[in-house]
């Protein structure tokens, strides 16, 4: 096991579930408002950070992308976040447990990919990270002002140096 991919998963659990503090104060309106985003509304953001996790999870786990569980989820914010919460830790027993040396063969549009699956986790991390920010600007649209800090430096002090 990569303690450095380690880290980056306890990262993305301590982000995810930061912001998820922040959404859950907002009176749920608030998240579905259609504003200006790579998607329309906050939940659809999160949703989609829901299902790439969980898209990308299940083909490391050599079982193709299965992601229907988010695709036709519709349940109230709450429950979102927990089953999000639940596919991040998923992803961080996958790191913990898996070679991230193997390599990772799949089609996609009619191309065939052989990809280690290290290199699948890092742009999983990344692209939750990419996303956080987005809703982070969606709120500032909406007019919220006291929003966490996600950032991996925040983590590194907050976990990394405080446990030292």
Do not use: C
Request: hydrophobic content about 40%.
């Amino acid at each position: 096991m990569n303690q450095r991919y380690l880290d980056y998963a306890n990262y993305n659990i301590w982000a995810n579930n930061r912001l998820i503090n922040n959404l859950q104060l907002l009176d749920n309106a608030l998240l579905t408002k259609e504003i200006i985003g790579s998607f329309s509304t906050i939940r659809a953001t999160i949703k989609h950070i829901w299902f790439a996790e969980t898209g990308w999870l299940s083909r490391l786990n050599e079982k193709g992308w299965e992601a229907q569980k988010v695709t036709t989820f519709s349940g109230i914010n709450q429950l979102l976040f927990k089953e999000w919460q639940t596919t991040s830790l998923d992803f961080k027993k996958f790191v913990k447990q898996s070679d991230l040396e193997k390599l990772i063969q799949f089609e996609h549009n009619g191309m065939l990919f052989s990809i280690p699956s290290r290199e699948i986790v890092h742009t999983v991390f990344n692209h939750g990270t990419y996303h956080r920010g987005q809703v982070v600007m969606m709120m500032r649209q909406l007019g919220i002002t006291d929003i966490v800090q996600t950032d991996y430096i925040e983590w590194v002090r907050e976990v990394k140096i405080g446990n030292a």
